[in-house]
């Protein structure tokens, strides 16, 4: 009989995060004087422990116990072979996922929440400041800060606070208090608030008020947690690629293809960063992080250093970026909303060892309804990104006669995004990309700002 579920037993979970640092060379981020940021310059936002995973270059970090104890909550996720979907397409390609769907609160965002709270907990602090776009970081973080009992406040961006009310509730329940963003909280938020006082929120603002909440407590016992982009982040999101080989492995399979969506790259990372070691070391892999054509910081954007926050309070990142006050157009994919992405991402972009892709709203509905009703789960609109993308590999694949092995990850469910589902089957959902024009606005904000250097790791 064959198998659809591939999966691994919890005496078989990877007990070490792997950690890209070691095998690229990367450009550092800069401080206010421009000059490389040191771990100190850090300590008011994030508790050490954290910092120097941030900055290590050890290739392999192991997983503390009482994380390991916590993830297993849902880990080992399955990987699962798509074979309806397949028959669908009647593509010769064997599609296989990892469904980050079966955590608590509903995507890949624990895997970092839970041993960022563990993490903080052991350092000393009682309470993380967070910002959230559509709903599953805030709700991850409340969720791992009930299983290490810290306090936790989120700043969720207005447009999706307004299209996902039950995200808020979700928090609640895991006794977060969820704000929307911008808000009159904060010295950002009111900034924010005056320039327009009906904007849609972004990323960039409210990772400004989380970050200005957090060291601005006298007690010293908050801290702010970031839920992508830093490398810390990645690193815990390799758990899921790190099974995903050991899964493949099981088959006898090994893959062709690497897809993920990305908006500060962290899923995708998770997914691909395992695989990208074989790549730097010799293996045939096509990579490919995708992301929106509303917010298309891969495919149109400079490689620059920026902020990554509206308020300039983090340091310059060398990133692809479309300038820290970009506020992205409304899009459905709220988690997908983001100016910049992750520095270790942008790096291997930036070396032609992955390939970003783009896609448009509908198209990536159109592949999520697809999904749901072939293989059943009811997927994220950010994973909808994605899912176009394997759609089309998929029907290549056909066209070339090519029996392709394709590896995506499935980063979300949609169970709290169906407004949107229900936009886009009543016809309400529209394509937006964006112009030149307005890439080219967005860029002049860069002028004065340091040029990273172009490095080759291999
Ligand atoms: C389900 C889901 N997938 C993907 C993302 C994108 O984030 P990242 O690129 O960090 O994985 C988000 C962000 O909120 C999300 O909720």
Not at 130 to 146: D, I, K, R, Y
Not at 201 to 214: K, N, P, V, Y
Not at 319 to 340: D, E, Q, T, W
Request: proline share 8%.
């Amino acid at each position: 009989m064959e198998q659809r579920k591939i999966l691994l037993r919890e005496d078989e979970m990877p007990r070490q995060w792997y950690n890209i640092l070691a095998d690229i060379k990367m450009n550092p981020p800069l401080g206010p004087d421009g000059n490389p940021v040191t771990p100190d310059q850090l300590a008011p936002v994030f508790p050490m422990n954290l910092i120097e995973q941030e900055v290590s270059s050890q290739r392999w970090i192991d997983i503390p116990e009482p994380v390991m104890d916590v993830l297993k909550i849902w880990r080992p996720s399955p990987m699962v072979r798509a074979r309806n979907l397949e028959k669908a397409l009647g593509t010769p390609a064997r599609i296989y996922f990892k469904n980050e769907s079966l955590s608590p609160p509903g995507s890949h965002k624990p895997n970092t929440a839970v041993p960022q709270a563990y993490y903080n907990k052991v350092f000393g602090i009682k309470k993380l400041v967070t910002e959230t776009g559509a709903g599953q970081w805030g709700s991850a973080l409340a969720f791992a800060c009930a299983q290490f009992g810290l306090e936790c406040k989120i700043f969720m961006v207005r447009v999706s606070f307004d299209q996902k009310p039950y995200r808020k509730s979700m928090m609640a329940t895991w006794g977060g208090n969820c704000v929307a963003s911008p808000s009159q909280e904060t010295r950002a938020g009111r900034a924010a608030l005056e320039r327009d006082p009906n904007t849609p929120g972004s990323l960039g603002i409210a990772i400004s008020e989380a970050i200005e909440e957090a060291v601005s407590d006298a007690s010293g016992q908050t801290r702010y947690s970031l839920g992508s982009v830093l490398n810390h982040v990645m690193l815990h999101q390799t758990i899921i690629g790190l099974e995903a080989k050991k899964q493949m492995e099981k088959v006898g399979e090994y893959p062709d293809i690497i897809i993920g969506c990305a908006s500060g790259g962290s899923n995708f990372a998770g997914l691909a960063f395992p695989f990208v070691y074989d790549k730097i070391h010799g293996k045939q892999i096509e990579i490919y992080p995708v992301e929106p054509a509303g917010c298309p910081t891969l495919t149109k954007a400079p490689f620059v250093y920026d902020h990554g926050d509206t308020a300039k309070y983090t340091p310059l990142l060398p990133m692809y970026s479309l300038g820290h006050a970009f506020v992205p157009p409304p899009i459905h994919s709220g988690g997908l909303r983001y100016h910049g992405m992750a520095p270790t991402v942008s790096q291997l972009v930036n070396e032609g060892i992955l390939t970003p892709k783009a896609v448009k709203q509908k198209e990536a509905f159109e592949a999520g309804i697809l999904l749901a009703r072939t293989e059943g789960i009811i997927p994220a609109p950010e994973t909808n990104h994605a899912l176009a993308i394997v759609v089309a590999e998929a029907l290549k694949a056909k066209e070339e006669g090519k029996e392709k092995v394709i590896l995506f990850n499935w980063s979300g469910h949609g169970l709290l995004d169906l407004t949107a589902y229900e936009k886009y089957l009543s016809g309400g959902i529209m394509d937006i990309e964006l112009s030149d024009k307005e890439i080219e606005e967005a860029e002049k904000i860069f002028a004065n700002h340091p040029k990273p250097q172009i490095l080759k790791s291999r």
